[in-house]
Nanobody, 111 residues
Framework: QVRLVESGGGLVQAGGSLRLSCAAS????????MYWYRQAPGKQRELVAG???????NYADSVKGRFTISRDNAKNTVYLQMNSLKPEDTALYYC?????WGQGTQVTVSS
C-alpha cells in the first residue's frame, strides 16, 4: 500500500520560513522522482519543485531562489525548505510521484 504523508505546514508571517516533509512508504523510493505541488482555493494545481532519483532539481519560476527541494533516501523522505514566504504562497502543499500523492499539508502566509 502506497502512502505519502506530508507534514510541516502551518501559519507563518510573510518573510518567514517553513520546512515541509513527505514520508513515503510502499514505493521504491530511491528510484522514484518526487515532486511538490500546491493548490490554492479557486486556482489550478501548480508544480512547485521536483527532484529526480539522481538529485537533479527543478523549480517553478515563482519559487526559484526561495524554495529548496531535497531528499533523504535512507529515510524515504522528501523535503521542501521554504524561505522568504509570501502571502501568495498560501496553498495546500502535497507531494506526488506522478502516480500517487498524499493528503497535503496546509501552508498559510499572513501579510
Amino acid at each position: 500500500q502506497v502512502r505519502l504523508v506530508e507534514s510541516g505546514g502551518g501559519l507563518v508571517q510573510a518573510g518567514g520560513s517553513l520546512r515541509l516533509s513527505c514520508a513515503a512508504s510502499g514505493i521504491i523510493f530511491y528510484i522514484s522522482d518526487m515532486y511538490w505541488y500546491r493548490q490554492a482555493p479557486g486556482k489550478q494545481r501548480e508544480l512547485v519543485a521536483g527532484i529526480t532519483n539522481g538529485g537533479t532539481t527543478n523549480y517553478a519560476d515563482s519559487v526559484k531562489g526561495r524554495f529548496t527541494i531535497s531528499r533523504d533516501n535512507a529515510k524515504n523522505t522528501v523535503y521542501l525548505q521554504m524561505n522568504s514566504l509570501k502571502p501568495e504562497d498560501t496553498a495546500l502543499y502535497y507531494c506526488d510521484t506522478r502516480v500517487f500523492w498524499g493528503q497535503g499539508t496546509q501552508v498559510t502566509v499572513s501579510s
